[in-house]
């Protein structure tokens, strides 16, 4: 089923149950980052039900009491990852609207979710169709479905740009990535700042880029809660990596360059703008902002890979040792 399917089928079923509440987004790592547009999406634009996000293991022990009949959840895993397919359960014993993301057709999140959407993936992925994306794709036809979103065309469109801009921005950031491998490769501690639907990437790229695959330490920061305690860290050695966002949290990233720029020495700035994110319509722009720059940012983490001569495949205990 397409998703403007699902999302028609499960909405036929709450007009007769008494409408949406609230739609939830649960997944584990990089999943949860990649979901995480959808959910801030729909933070910033329904108007008529909730939205949260959470880690799958969390839903699982401290199930929400809202959830119910009545709510959406959209859960994500690549290969079906144990919690994640029990968050699925859970919510369907609860008798919500599960709909599984998942990697392959397959896998047992696509065996336990009421609906499967299955996204483009691996290293020659569709952007367009990724998890990202596809998460973004539920939550503006929810948006469209049951409030009538007035920017669904705009959002629409920007869909049929991103491989373009992601091809573009994947481009444009060798030298950038080739630069910045060469001066940090032997650093071991790094700060990841952005904010709004940007913060996903600040997120992935310290969790999976550089904690999991490159096993250096990493901390994912919002650009407005810098300011309350971390900036007292901040000094000419630390190495600091801003997403600078388009849009309506471009002003806190700001805030946070212009004290970079007074206090900080080592500072590299991604900038959306420079990704060619402004080709799509102004009024959606935002909401694709991680779409485009978790590609760009892993190329530059995989580029410090190469010269480390350490995969981004390697693990120690993933996948390796019972946890
Ligand atoms: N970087 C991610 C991790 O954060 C995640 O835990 C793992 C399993 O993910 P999934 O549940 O999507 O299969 O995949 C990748 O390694």
């Keep these: 089923m397409e998703i403007k399917e699902i999302i028609r089928d499960i909405k036929e079923n709450l007009d007769k149950s008494g409408g949406l509440k609230h739609v939830f987004f649960v997944a584990c790592g990089g999943s949860q980052a990649a979901i995480f547009s959808g959910h801030y999406l729909l933070s910033r634009e329904a108007r008529t039900f909730g939205t949260s996000i959470g880690n799958s293991n969390e839903f699982v022990h401290a199930t929400p009491a809202m959830l119910d009949e009545r709510c959406i959840v959209v859960l994500c895993s690549l290969n079906a990852t144990a919690e994640t397919v029990k968050a699925v359960q859970v919510a369907n014993e609860r008798g919500a609207h599960t709909i599984a993301m998942t990697g392959f057709p397959t896998t047992d999140m696509a065996k ?78 790094f700060y990841v700042m952005a ?46 990596i801003l997403f600078l966002s388009e849009g309506r949290t471009r002003p806190l990233d700001e805030r946070a360059l212009t004290f970079l720029h007074k206090y900080a ?42 010269l480390r001569n350490h995969s981004m495949d390697r693990r120690r205990y993933m996948w390796k040792v019972e946890y």
């Design 112 to 189: 336990n979710g009421k609906y499967t959407v299955v996204y483009s993936n691996g290293s020659n992925q569709v952007y367009s169709q990724s998890n990202q994306s596809s998460a973004l794709r539920i939550g503006f036809e929810i948006l469209h479905q049951f409030e009538g979103y007035a920017h669904y065309d705009a959002a629409i469109d920007a869909f049929s740009k991103i491989d373009h801009i992601v091809k573009n921005a994947r481009k444009y950031i060798q030298r950038i990535a080739a630069k910045f491998a060469e001066e940090y490769k032997d650093d071991e501690v």
């Design 195 to 240: 904010s709004g639907p940007a913060y996903s990437t600040a997120y992935t790229m310290s969790y999976c880029h550089f904690m999991e695959m490159q096993w250096k330490h990493a901390v994912p920061m919002h650009s407005g809660e810098y300011f309350h305690g971390p900036f007292e860290t901040t000094d000419k050695n630390l190495p600091i």
């Design 265 to 306: 020495q080592r500072v590299t700035v991604i900038d959306a703008k420079e990704l060619g994110i402004n080709i799509i319509d102004d009024r959606v722009a935002e909401y694709f902002q991680s779409a485009v720059m978790i590609p760009v940012e892993r190329d530059m983490v995989s580029r410090m890979a190469e």
